[in-house]
């Protein structure tokens, strides 16, 4: 008898040919134990094995443990339950803990299934839902909603070049504020602990070039017509050609006095509110968050004058690194695209979670 090794060469595979061999020599069975170091209950089930199967008994067939119990559409249901508040079916808790989710679907549920915690848990971790802390948002009351927030889109999206925005980053105040940053594991940073507002609050009124992506502003002492009038007026010496331009603000009433509106008026200059408590329509608003992080966060700056230098100096590096009106174009394609794709309207809330 010959066995011609094939594939790759699986040691298991080899120790039984090993056994097959050493019977056909005949060897006795506790002489093929000795020889392979195994137990004679083993050699025997091998040679038995190899009697009525012949080869295919070469190749081992492990078996994965029990049968699976939980079908793809099980563990489709189970996804959905998870993503449902308890609330909504039937249960006196506002959220989900592993034990209180597999006794609902064990016992309670519609359609009953049976399972462990932390298959539970692995199933839940594999479809990336994780134990996340809850956020609020406001919802827009006004009700020409829909209409301002498509003409801000429309302006956004058809004359890019032209639409700027504006509105207040504040209150920015004289005190160590908390950050973080890059230090010796151990060792971070450290600022003095004095939390006296010693020096009053500023507003920094800042104004936005979508098409460019400049942004530029002014620190004030408070939110006011004209200091809102002023910033306006910045905006549309930035476009001097005396074409209309369109600026984005917040529905303030500093924002919309008489005066602003014929000034507006008189230099062609569209203002589009965005509508109550939707502050995130505001393209500025994103803009922000980098102030924020770079300039106050981690910041013990002496007084308001030190921080308005802090902040023209960053202003002028990032407006000197700002995106290239390529990469802004295919933004905003990018996202008409998925809007398109999900066939829901820039603005539109989405379908509320359970």
Same mark, same amino acid.
């Given at each position: 008898?010959? %066995?011609?090794?094939?594939? @790759?060469?699986?040691?298991? *595979?080899?120790?039984?040919? /090993? ?8 060897? @006795?069975? +506790? ?12 050699? *025997? ?7 009525? /199967? ?8 492990? =078996?994965?443990?029990? +049968?699976?119990? !939980? ?51 692995? %199933?839940?971790?594999?479809?990336? !839902?994780?134990?996340?802390? @809850? #956020? ?11 209409? #301002? ?26 005190? +160590?504020?908390? &950050?973080? &940053? ?28 979508? &098409? ?20 306006? $007026? ?27 509106? =014929?000034?507006?008026?008189?230099? $062609? ?11 995130? =329509? ?19 700056? +002496?007084?308001?004058?030190?921080? @308005? ?28 695209? !998925? ?5 829901? *309207? ?9």
């Amino acid at each position: 008898m010959r %066995i011609t090794r094939r594939g @790759t060469g699986s040691p298991i *595979r080899l120790r039984r040919a /090993m056994v097959v061999l050493a019977s056909a020599g005949g060897n @006795t069975v +506790p002489a093929i134990a000795r020889l392979a170091q195994a137990d004679e209950d083993t050699i *025997r089930q091998v040679i038995h094995r190899f009697n009525e /199967m012949g080869m295919a008994s070469l190749d081992p067939q492990w =078996a994965g443990g029990r +049968p699976r119990q !939980i079908s793809p559409d099980e563990e489709q249901f189970i996804v959905e339950t998870a993503n449902t508040r308890p609330e909504k079916l039937g249960r006196p808790f506002t959220r989900w803990s592993t034990r209180k989710l597999a006794d609902h679907l064990r016992l309670h549920s519609t359609r009953r299934v049976r399972i462990g915690r932390e298959r539970l848990r692995q %199933i839940l971790h594999r479809h990336r !839902i994780t134990f996340q802390r @809850t #956020k609020t948002w406001k919802e827009s009351t006004d009700p020409h909603r829909d209409v #301002k927030l498509a003409r801000i889109e429309y302006v956004s999206s058809h004359f890019p070049q032209r639409v700027f925005a504006f509105d207040e980053f504040g209150p920015l105040v004289i005190r +160590p504020q908390a &950050g973080t &940053g890059w230090a010796p594991a151990g060792h971070p940073h450290r600022l003095p602990a004095n939390y006296h507002k010693l020096h009053g609050v500023r507003q920094f009124h800042g104004c936005y070039s979508v &098409g460019d992506d400049q942004l530029w502003g002014v620190v004030r002492r408070r939110k006011s017509a004209a200091n809102t009038l002023a910033a306006l $007026k910045s905006i549309r010496a930035a476009r001097p050609d005396g074409a209309p331009i369109y600026v984005i603000l917040d529905n303030l009433s500093a924002h919309k006095g008489r005066k602003i509106r =014929a000034w507006a008026a008189r230099n $062609k200059v569209e203002l589009c509110f965005t509508p109550t408590y939707a502050s995130w =329509a505001n393209p500025i608003e994103a803009q922000f968050g980098p102030l924020r992080t770079f300039v106050i966060a981690g910041s013990n700056h +002496p007084n308001h004058p030190a921080l @308005t230098r802090k902040l023209q100096a960053y202003l002028r590096w990032r407006n000197a690194n700002a995106r290239h009106p390529d990469v802004l174009a295919a933004q905003r394609r990018e996202r008409a695209r !998925i809007r398109s794709e999900r066939q829901r *309207r820039w603005g539109q809330p989405a379908t509320r979670a359970a």
